[in-house]
Antibody
């Protein structure tokens, strides 16, 4: 069974940094691209970032470009999201989601339960 | 990367069919046959529902179908059931590895 477990969320002040992790199991991690998707409280889904199986390509939403960095460690079956210069509008539940193949052009067929990031002074 | 446009809410009675539209631009929906749909029940993680070409996870009912015309994609749910009451999101590939979601539609089964 595919499992994605996010962690690392919490309360952080504006301008500070936070690093999220996503631990994967139940599938061959390095056969798939993985994405980050977030959802502000009471709002809709927003795609944040995607990374191919080999980290050869990483894409970001304009809203986070230059502040967030996605990376992965295939040896540890883990995905990371380094979030710098955090803003109140980054407050959201952050999900990691598995793509259907190694690349960024397929939908997200499995999702974690999310980790909550709150940016507030 | 502007959000795709979905109706805020739709409703239908059990057994009826409903359609949720998802309108984008020539930069996303209109350029790629890569629109997917997700279902999200309150307090739960989204669940992959269906992809263009009616690519759906095994076990998913064929009551769910998709179509597209120009810059607008649509999700149709036939034989509406109480458990279909949920939020539905469309999502389109937008080039260069990026994706864009719709604002979401709340489906109420009357």
């Amino acid at each position: 069974e595919v499992q994605l477990v996010e962690s690392g969320g919490g309360l952080v002040q504006p301008g500070r940094s936070l690093r999220l992790s996503c631990a994967a199991s139940g599938f061959t991690f390095d056969d798939y691209a993985i994405h980050w998707v977030r959802q502000a409280p009471g709002k809709g889904l927003e795609w944040v970032s995607g990374i191919t199986w080999d980290s050869g390509a990483v894409a970001y939403a304009d809203s986070v470009k230059g502040r967030f960095t996605s990376s992965r460690d295939n040896a540890k079956n883990s995905l990371y999201l380094q979030m710098n210069s955090l803003r109140p509008e980054d407050t959201a539940l952050y999900y990691c989601a598995k793509a259907q193949n190694k690349w960024l052009r397929t939908p997200f067929d499995s999702w974690g339960q999310g980790t909550l990031v709150t940016v507030s002074s | 990367q502007s959000a795709l446009t979905q109706p805020a809410s739709v409703s239908g009675s059990p057994g009826q069919s409903i359609t949720i539209s998802c309108t984008g631009t020539t930069s996303d929906v209109g350029s790629y046959n890569l629109v997917s749909w997700y279902q999200q029940h309150p307090g739960k993680a989204p669940k992959f529902l269906i992809f263009e070409g009616n690519n759906r996870p095994s076990g998913l009912s064929n009551r769910f179908s998709v179509s597209k015309s120009g810059n607008t994609a649509s999700l149709t749910i036939s034989g509406l059931q109480a458990e279909d009451e949920s939020d539905y999101y469309c999502c389109s590939y937008a080039g260069s590895g990026t994706w864009v979601f719709g604002g979401g539609t709340k489906l109420t089964v009357l």
